[in-house]
């Protein structure tokens, strides 16, 4: 059963950078799956963030597309989220979750993690 | 970009109820890319419905999904009390943003 792990500092200051790795289990992140962060504000609704392949093939929301970096670390089983110009609108919590390619849906989810924009 | 659109807002049902949840799409939504969810309070999202209608491993039959184009429809036949929570439909295009979410139904006890 593949788990998903989210791990990184849970505040981070306006102006900089929010990173966030997500640790996989279970499963090979080298295996023909999509690799997305989604990430819901607190009290809101869910937003996706972007996807990785293995190759290191990236798709973003336009929204965040300039702000947003995604990479994948194969010999660690993991990938990451690298989002800068933070804001408190960029307060959520962020979860990351799996989706089979060709499948359009997130089967596995990560527990999330809190992430604070704060001073 | 495809925004979906989620009514009620809140239902609020009593157990052994059915719920009725309904998703709009702006545009037509491939069948095959149509997802629900069920959110609780501090807990990931859960996928229940695939491809408009097909039940993901583990979820009871008492969930149903349907519909097609631009209209879709998740049905609890009969509330269990497990089963209050916010409900989110997704759609996955061709054009980004790849997947995009509706604003999600609570359901609530009555």
């Given amino acids: ?119 | 970009e495809i925004v979906l659109t989620q009514s009620p807002g809140t239902l609020s049902l009593s157990p052994g109820e059915r719920g009725t949840l309904s998703c709009r799409a702006s545009q037509s939504v491939t069948s095959s890319y149509l997802a629900w969810y069920q959110q609780k309070p501090g807990q990931a999202p859960r996928l229940l419905i695939y491809g408009a209608s097909s039940r993901a491993t583990g979820i009871p039959d008492r969930f149903s999904g349907s519909g097609s184009g631009t209209d879709f429809t998740l049905t609890i036949s009969r509330l269990e009390p497990e089963d209050f929570a916010v409900y989110y439909c997704q759609q996955y295009g061709s054009s980004p943003p790849l997947f995009t979410f509706g604003p999600g139904t609570k359901v609530d006890i009555k």
């Fill in chain 1, 1 to 119: 059963q593949v788990q998903l792990q989210e791990s990184g500092p849970g505040l981070a200051k306006p102006s900089g950078t929010l990173s966030l790795t997500c640790a996989v289990s279970g499963g090979s992140i080298s295996s023909s799956n999509w690799w997305s962060w989604v990430r819901q504000p607190p009290g809101k609704g869910l937003e996706w963030i972007g996807e990785i392949y293995q190759s290191g093939i990236t798709n973003y929301n336009p929204s965040l597309k300039s702000r947003v970096t995604i990479s994948v670390d194969k010999s660690n089983n993991q990938f990451s989220l690298k989002l800068s110009s933070v804001t408190a609108a960029d307060t959520a919590v962020y979860y990351c979750a799996r989706s089979l390619v060709r499948g359009g849906y997130f089967d596995h989810w990560g527990q999330g993690t809190l992430v604070t924009v704060s001073s």
